[in-house]
Antibody, heavy 119, light 110 residues
Framework: QEQLVQSGPEVKKPGASVKVSCKAS????????LHWVRQTPGQGLEYMGC????????NYAQKFQGSITMTRDTSISTAYLEVTRLTSDDTAIYYC????????????WGQGTLVSVSS | QSALTQPASVSGSLGQSITISCTGT?????????VSWYQQHPGKAPKPMIY???NRPSGVSNRFSGSKSGNTASLTISGLQAEDEADYYC??????????FGTGTKVTVL
């Protein structure tokens, strides 16, 4: 069963950084792009960007360029999202999700990681 | 990077059909057949319901169907059931090798 399991909730102070992990299982990690999506409290889904687990290449949505970094460790089938210079506006649930076979849609999804930013 | 436009809420009675619209531009929906739809219940991760405009993943009820005309995509739920009450989001591939979500629609079953 293809599955993405994310790291636990985080509480950070403004100005700090956070690194969220996403561990893949049930398929070959390098076979499909991984994407990150965030959902702010009571709001909708927002696309952040993606990483190729095969070569580490990344493509970030314009809004997040300069404030996020996506990496991966193929030895443990895990992708990471680091968000820097956190503000209260970054309080959100962060989801990882994978390219569906054939691409251009997202399946499966991780369970989400809540990141709370508060002084 | 503006989001795709969806109605904030749609409601229908048990057994009825409802349609949720998703309006984009010629840079996304109008230029690509890569529209997908996701259902999200409170406190849960999104669940894929439709991909590539009108295809259902394995296990998704055939009461869910998708279509597209020009810059607007639609999700139709027929035979509305209580468990269909949830938030629904459309998504499209967009010029520049990126993706964009819709604003989301809350479906209420009366």
């Amino acid at each position: 069963q293809e599955q993405l399991v994310q790291s636990g909730p985080e509480v950070k102070k403004p100005g700090a950084s956070v690194k969220v992990s996403c561990k893949a299982s049930g398929y070959t990690f390098t076979d499909a792009f991984l994407h990150w999506v965030r959902q702010t409290p009571g709001q909708g889904l927002e696309y952040m960007g993606c990483i190729s687990p095969n070569n580490g290449g990344t493509n970030y949505a314009q809004k997040f360029q300069g404030s996020i970094t996506m990496t991966r460790d193929t030895s443990i089938s895990t992708a990471y999202l680091e968000v820097t210079r956190l503000t209260s506006d970054d309080t959100a649930i962060y989801y990882c999700t994978r390219d569906r076979d054939g691409g251009f849609s997202f399946d499966p999804w991780g369970q989400g990681t809540l990141v709370s930013v508060s002084s | 990077q503006s989001a795709l436009t969806q109605p904030a809420s749609v409601s229908g009675s048990l057994g009825q059909s409802i349609t949720i619209s998703c309006t984009g531009t010629s840079s996304d929906i109008g230029n690509y057949n890569y529209v997908s739809w996701y259902q999200q219940h409170p406190g849960k991760a999104p669940k894929p319901m439709i991909y590539n405009v009108n295809n259902r993943p394995s296990g998704v009820s055939n009461r869910f169907s998708g279509s597209k005309s020009g810059n607007t995509a639609s999700l139709t739920i027929s035979g509305l059931q209580a468990e269909d009450e949830a938030d629904y989001y459309c998504n499209s591939y967009r010029d520049g090798n990126t993706y964009v979500f819709g604003t989301g629609t809350k479906v209420t079953v009366l």
